[in-house]
């Protein structure tokens, strides 16, 4: 049998049973503790060896888009300031071997 590697994960709806907490921010992207939902999804899917994270988005989820880009700026700028630790923390939201599309 071939291994798991891509996790797909359906987040285009509009969040309506949450609103209004989701009219400026997608629901995937409410904190729970320190990180934003969909995180915790990402990082169980990476744990279970998926390398692959596909999200099915709708207009309006660019924040979904962000949270998983590459921040230069951000990572940078706290390198630049001796920021270790957030450095490591922003740099851990997606593991490098692993892609979103």
């Known amino acids: 049998m071939m291994p798991i590697t891509k996790a797909v ?10 609103l209004p907490a989701t009219k400026a921010s997608p629901k995937e ?20 060896g998926c390398t692959e994270m596909i999200f099915i988005t709708g207009r309006h989820k660019r924040a979904i888009e962000d949270h998983f880009d590459k921040a230069y700026e ?27 599309i």
């Open 9 to 18: 994960f359906p987040v285009a709806g509009f969040g309506s049973r949450f």
């Open 29 to 48: 992207m409410m904190p729970v503790v320190d990180k934003p939902l969909i995180q915790y999804a990402v990082e169980e899917a990476v744990a279970a």
């Open 74 to 100: 951000i990572e940078n700028e706290l390198a630049t300031r001796g920021k270790q630790e957030l450095l490591e923390v922003v740099q851990g939201i997606l593991p490098k071997h692993v892609n979103c």
